[in-house]
């Protein structure tokens, strides 16, 4: 029987972004609007992104060549590509970055009439999509023009499909975004709301952490993807680069109290 999932899928969240940065300013001087020009696609990595990124790629590096990545997916938005980019450049990656596979359903979470806003920007200027929020929750809440995270985990179940379609028994990387990393855990262990936003309220997904899944063929009547690590930040640590654990843009803090 052909194996459908791949040997092993890493999921990693983009470097920390100049949107990143931003939103930290903005929170930390009380702000509503989180100064970031243009659309949030082109927002470009941080200079400590671009370090992450590269110490990242140095620990695939050291892999030997037959278990680093043979595929990798990502995002469409820069800050996801030029993380790809950069961890090809540090010699992690033996997939030329023309082979990539640039993949719409692992953007970024839309957040619509919400995008640019802090918390406290959201509660100023659309009190009612924050009344809206803390009543139905992240998962379910979608602001007017976004998205929740039902419809980003619908996108991703597509997502999965083409992986398990395409690329058995192969090593997919997988470059995202938080809530990306977050809803795959969701659909690839079977998780419930209450469970997977528990672990979101554990603490956000750091920038370049790796999660990791590997193929059990004994899990399951045909096998699956069984959780190896999640959130590591070893390779950062290691390499002396900053871990940063900045939520996205219109995504409320932890400590915010919205959800």
């Not at 696609?41 to 030997?64: C, H, K, T, Y």
């Not at 950069?86 to 082979?99: E, I, K, N, S, Y």
């Not at 919400?114 to 809206?132: H, K, M, S």
């Not at 929020?133 to 980003?152: A, I, N, T």
Request: charged share 25%.
């Amino acid at each position: 029987m052909q194996q459908r999932w791949p040997d092993r899928l890493w999921i990693v969240r983009h470097g920390e972004s100049a949107g990143n940065v931003a939103r930290d300013a903005a929170h930390a001087a009380g702000l509503g609007r989180i100064d970031i020009a243009g659309r949030d696609v082109d927002v470009p990595l941080s200079p400590q992104g671009e370090r992450q990124s590269e110490a990242l790629g140095r620990w695939f590096a050291a892999m030997p060549a037959a278990e680093r990545p043979d595929v990798v997916l990502t995002s469409p938005y820069q800050r996801a590509l030029c993380t790809a980019q950069r961890l090809h450049r540090a010699g992690g990656l033996p997939v030329d970055p023309g082979d990539f596979v640039v993949d719409e359903r692992l953007r970024e979470k839309e957040f619509g009439v919400l995008d640019g806003l802090t918390t406290n920007g959201i509660r100023a200027e659309f009190p009612d999509q924050a009344e809206f929020r803390r009543l139905l929750g992240k998962f379910y809440h979608r602001p007017p023009g976004g998205e929740s995270w039902c419809d980003v985990i619908l996108r991703l179940r597509s997502a999965l499909d083409t992986i398990s379609l395409h690329h058995g028994g192969r090593r997919v990387l997988v470059v995202g975004h938080q809530v990306v990393v977050l809803c795959l855990r969701y659909l690839l262990e079977n998780l419930t709301e209450a469970e997977i936003l528990a672990i979101d309220a554990a603490g956000d997904v750091a920038n370049c952490a790796v999660t990791e899944y590997r193929f059990d063929a004994d899990a399951g009547p045909r096998g699956a993807l069984v959780l190896h690590r999640y959130n590591m930040v070893a390779p950062l640590t290691e390499a002396g680069a900053p871990v940063t654990v900045e939520p996205d843009a219109a995504e409320p803090s932890q400590a915010a109290g919205v959800r």
